[in-house]
C-alpha cells in the first residue's frame, strides 16, 4: 500500500461522507477566520448533503493536531486534494473547508481537483464580528469530522496579511457578506449550479 493511500485512510477519519449525486459540485471556501466558512460548510451538509472536507480536520486526522509544520501542512492538504478528487468521482459533492486565502492555495485545488461545476464562496467579515466569533468558539478535537480551534488577535492579523482576493482569473466566485442572510444567498447558488 502507497504512502498516499495510507495518508488517505487516516484522513477519511476527519470525513463524514454525505449524499451520492449524478452531478456532484465542488464548493470551496475562503475566508478569515471567524468568517462563518465551518458555518456554512455545516448548512452545505445538512440541507443539501456535501460532504465537508475540513483542513484542521484531515490535519488533526493525520499528525494528531491542527498545529503543526509547514511539511505538514502541505502533506494534510495534498491529502485532502487527492480526497476530495477521489470522492468527487464517486459522486459526492464537496465542501473543502479552509481560509484558502492565497491564491496559490485556490490554483492547487483547482489544478488537483478540476471538476465542474466548482464555485469558489468568499466570505467576508470585519474584523470586530470575526474576532467576537472567534472568542466564542469553542475549542475541540473530540470530533474527528469536526475539529475547531481558536485563533488570537495577531494571529487573525496574520491571516489578514495573507488575504488575496479572487480574481477576474479564477475560476467562478462570489463575495458573500457573512451577515443573517447568508444561507439564503448559498442556497441561491447552490441551487443555480
Known sequence: MSRQTKLQQRARKAISLGATSTHPVLVVMMGLPGSGKSYVAQHLVESFGFTRLS???VTHALFGSDKCSGEEYALAYETLRQCALDLLQQGYSIVIDGTNLKKVFRQQIYDDVPHQPSVLLYLTIDQATALRRIENRVKSTAD???VSSGCS???FAAFQ????EPSVGEPRHFIIPSDDHIF???DQIIKEL
Open 153 to 155: 488577535p495577531k494571529t
Open 55 to 57: 483542513g484542521e480536520g
Open 184 to 186: 439564503s444567498r448559498v
Open 144 to 146: 474527528p469530522t469536526n
Open 161 to 164: 496579511d495573507q488575504l488575496e
